[in-house]
C-alpha cells in the first residue's frame, strides 16, 4: 500500500492536489512469526515515469516528480507510478491525508510521543521549534506537523521522509491495532 499526504487546508479549495508525502508501506507476513513491516519514504521531488502524465508522444513513458501522480489519476496512477519504477505492486492505498486530519488524528489519540533519530529545529508559526535526539516528546497534533513538515534541515525532502517514518512508528507503538 501507499501513504499519502498532501498540503490541502480548508481554507484553500483545490490547494494540495500533489503529494508532499510518499510512503511505500510492503507487509512480508511469514508462516511463522510476526509481520514485518517496511516503509520507504519518496522524496517528493524525485523526477521519476509517472505513466498517467499526459502529453507525451504514443510510445515514450512521461516523466515528472513522484508527487504528480496522485494529481494526474489518483491511486491507479500511484499504483501504476510505483509498480513502473519500483516493480512493487500496491494492491491498496493505506491513507491519503491533509494538515487536518494528521493534527485532528494526533489530537483525538491524545498526542504522540516521539523520541526524535536526530536534533531537528524549524520555527513553525514564527515559533523555534526544536527536538533534540534521544529525548522523549509529548507532541500535539500542531507540533507533529511541524515536526513532518519541517523544511529547515540538510536532508531537505530525504530528512523530511525519515521524520515521517519516525511518526508513522511511533503511531504504531503507541497505539497498535
Known amino acids: 500500500g501507499v501513504i499519502l499526504g498532501t498540503d490541502g487546508r480548508p481554507d484553500a479549495p483545490g490547494y494540495g492536489a500533489r503529494t508532499d508525502t510518499f510512503v511505500i508501506v510492503v507487509a512480508d507476513v511469514p508462516a511463522e512469526g510476526p509481520m514485518i513491516v517496511t516503509l520507504i519514504a519518496v522524496p517528493r521531488d524525485l523526477f521519476i515515469h509517472v505513466p498517467c502524465e499526459p502529453?507525451?508522444?504514443?510510445?515514450?513513458?512521461?516523466?515528472?516528480r513522484v508527487n504528480a501522480a496522485w494529481y494526474r489519476g489518483g491511486?491507479?496512477?500511484?499504483?501504476?507510478?510505483?509498480?513502473?519504477?519500483?516493480?512493487?505492486?500496491v494492491d491498496q492505498p493505506v491513507a491519503l491525508l491533509d494538515m487536518a486530519d494528521v493534527t485532528d488524528f494526533v489530537d483525538t489519540m491524545g498526542g504522540i510521543a516521539l523520541t526524535p533519530e536526530q536534533d531537528y529545529g524549524d520555527e513553525c508559526w514564527d515559533e523555534p521549534m526544536f527536538w533534540a535526539q534521544d529525548e522523549t516528546y509529548q507532541m500535539s497534533g500542531r507540533e507533529t506537523l511541524c515536526y513532518v513538515r519541517g523544511r529547515n534541515s540538510y536532508g531537505g525532502d530525504i530528512d523530511r521522509g525519515r521524520?515521517?517514518?519516525?511518526?508513522?512508528?511511533?503511531?504504531?507503538?503507541?497505539?497498535?491495532a
Open 55 to 64: 502529453g507525451y508522444p504514443p510510445g515514450e513513458t512521461p516523466m515528472n
Open 75 to 89: 491511486f491507479d496512477c500511484v499504483r501504476e507510478t510505483v509498480k513502473l519504477n519500483f516493480g512493487l505492486d
Open 163 to 176: 521524520r515521517a517514518i519516525e511518526i508513522m512508528k511511533a503511531a504504531a507503538a503507541q497505539w497498535p
